[in-house]
């Protein structure tokens, strides 16, 4: 389309139009330019804030021809489980797979409960960069990143050290792209997704301070329910979470003040809107001050 408009103009420029027609001609050589520029202009990576965190867009709003999360594709995240070592040092891996796409992009934000991002991510290479918009940092790919003609899937490697005792809980707000390799915006597919990761216990996992005690859930493996217990000193809120083993989210059953004493609580195998989750294993993890421990359980369906 855009080469046959701009052979268009050529020839009514050349074959000596009125000055009126010329300008309208140059105007048209001007729109015509600025549609192909922004057609390739975020493939050297995305404008910052389109993670699909609270307070952000995402790259919908560009590549519009298909609602969010509506392809056959995924987001997956490697490299770091459902809890994170103050300090350490992580090499995550951002996965995008799409059965249809041939060129690649990605965006993510890790934050803290107060919307403010948290530890220090960096390039593993090339194909990666990082940037900054107020409160908030991001990786995402850069052009040699994009690999166009690259089938079926892509994978990003970003340097992640975590941040120092008590930040508490955190989340990674991703959005990729999946994109035709068609040179426009259109018939792209783009996900996005979160992970969550504990602050881990600085004093060893299982080992609340002042006798708190996470105990083992009966039965395990379960099906379709189980019992998560756990005794605590004196009465304090606390916060009982499950986590997929990739550090997904599941539910929250508990996030608020608790009694002394021995505490119980049923999880039947459902997220939070209810939906019954798969078969496999998963984290349950308890939060008392600054303090973590995280178990594991398995449903079997």
Not at 72 to 77: I, T, V, W
Not at 128 to 147: E, L, P, V, W
Not at 273 to 290: D, E, I, N
């Amino acid at each position: 389309m855009l080469p046959r408009i701009i052979h268009r103009l050529d020839r009514t420029a050349h074959r000596g139009a009125a000055p009126g027609v010329r300008a309208l001609c140059v105007l048209a050589f001007g729109l015509v330019s600025l549609l192909a520029g922004s057609v390739f202009a975020f493939s050297s990576g995305p404008l910052d804030g389109l993670t699909n965190a609270p307070g952000e867009g995402n790259c919908t709003q560009c590549h519009s021809t298909f609602p969010l999360n509506s392809g056959d594709g995924s987001l997956a995240m490697a490299g770091i489980g459902a809890t994170y070592l103050p300090g350490q040092t992580y090499t995550l891996e951002v996965t995008l797979a799409d059965p249809q796409a041939m060129r690649w992009g990605f965006e993510f934000t890790i934050l803290n409960e107060a919307g403010d991002s948290v530890g220090q991510i960096s390039p593993v290479d090339g194909t990666t960069q990082t940037s900054s918009d107020g409160n908030r940092d991001y990786a995402k790919h850069t052009s040699a990143g994009t690999f166009p003609g690259t089938l079926d899937s892509h994978t990003w490697q970003v340097q992640w050290i975590a941040p120092e005792f008590a930040t508490g809980e955190v989340t990674l707000y991703v959005a990729g792209n999946a994109a035709n390799n068609n040179g426009s915006t259109s018939g792209d597919r783009i996900y996005a997704t979160s992970f969550v990761f504990g602050e881990e216990n600085v004093v060893g996992v299982g080992d609340l301070p002042l006798a708190s005690q996470l105990l083992p859930n009966y039965p395990n493996p379960f099906n379709p329910a189980t019992t998560i217990s756990f005794e605590l000193p004196s009465d304090q809120a606390v916060r009982l979470t499950i986590y997929t083993v990739s550090g997904r989210r599941i539910d929250t059953l508990i996030d608020g003040q608790r009694f002394a004493g021995l505490n119980e609580v049923r999880w039947d195998g459902t997220d939070w809107a209810g939906r019954a989750v798969p078969s496999g294993t998963y984290l349950y993890q308890l939060q008392t001050g600054q303090a973590v421990a995280t178990r594991r359980m398995v449903l079997v369906r």
